[in-house]
């Protein structure tokens, strides 16, 4: 069972993203692109793991509503998705 839809997982993908940079460094298994590429989906475990039912419900809510542009506009001034 996965937690997030893929539009949901998008956006945790690039909440990941802007929060930790990719870094390119094929020499530091913890710096390889592809670690960094796959961390939304390690995220998405470990909520999956450790929210309660209540938790994921908002965090769903919460990936869904910053992807809406009228609600970006009313609470940061700027109309477009996350």
Known sequence: ???????????????????IPPFA????????????ADLAAQVEIALERAANLTQQTALRAFLTLIEVGALNRVTIGIARGF
């Open 25 to 36: 460094d094929e020499t530091n298994p913890l710096l390889r692109a592809g670690a960094a």
């Open 1 to 19: 069972m996965t937690l997030f839809t893929p539009p949901q997982r998008a956006t945790l993908d690039l909440i990941c993203r802007t929060l």
